[in-house]
């Protein structure tokens, strides 16, 4: 058989644009953006272990066959209504963008809902879980209402109907000394304030210039699992349990 010639190597494309390595993520990082903008991305959370030091958070979206890196930034977090927790499935609402540092793109991350009831009922469920372990719903932990309360306070909005209601059902029955907290019942913070409101009525001193109740409501009017969700926060049962 004839012998062949080896092929000669390529020829390079001198004529190609040549570009930096920085030149290049740059042009990519903006490419990236400019092409995307804001995006709502739907997928599990993974690889979340809390906040940062610096108060960011770093994880990623997942589904069943590809991931992208998440960050949510330090004051975006600390606004969030829900939180980013392992295991949860999520819309993600941000910008997608680039990290040169490491040729990697990412979602920045800047607001966050459970995708569908079914993810708030597992949240849920999987939060119970763990509260039970620690104790909290223990029965030894339970108080009797009183008979009798001579002082009641009540953690809720002063301008919903919850508030009429109690006052007209306690009028109705027993006349008592009802001392009101106002908070916010839902959105940004809500969990927060009846957290709070708990902790100060717990707070004031027996025999003190304000009355300290013998019995604590806090209560909302009806509305979805979603509108009720800041009464299912960590903080406020850590709150109640407490008290």
Sequence with gaps: MPNRLPMPP????????EFTVSELSQSLKRTVEDAFGHVRVRGEISGFRGAHSSGHCYFALKDESAKIEA??????????????QEGLEVIATGKLTTYPGSSKYQIVIE?????????????MEERKKKLAAEGLFDEARKQLLPWLPDVIGVVTSPTGAVIRDILHRLNDRFPRHVLVW????????SAEQVAAAIRGFNA???????PRPDVLIV??????LEDLWSFNEEIVVRAAAES
């Design 219 to 224: 209560a909302r009017g009806g509305g979805s």
């Design 204 to 210: 004031l001193p027996e025999g003190g210039r304000i």
């Design 111 to 123: 607001a966050l809902e459970p995708a569908g009831i079914g993810a708030l009922m597992a949240l």
């Design 71 to 84: 960050v949510i930034w330090k004051g975006v977090h600390g606004r969030m209504r829900f939180k980013p």
């Design 10 to 17: 390529a020829e390079p494309l001198l004529n190609a644009p």
């Design 182 to 189: 106002p908070v916010k019942v839902q959105g940004e913070g």
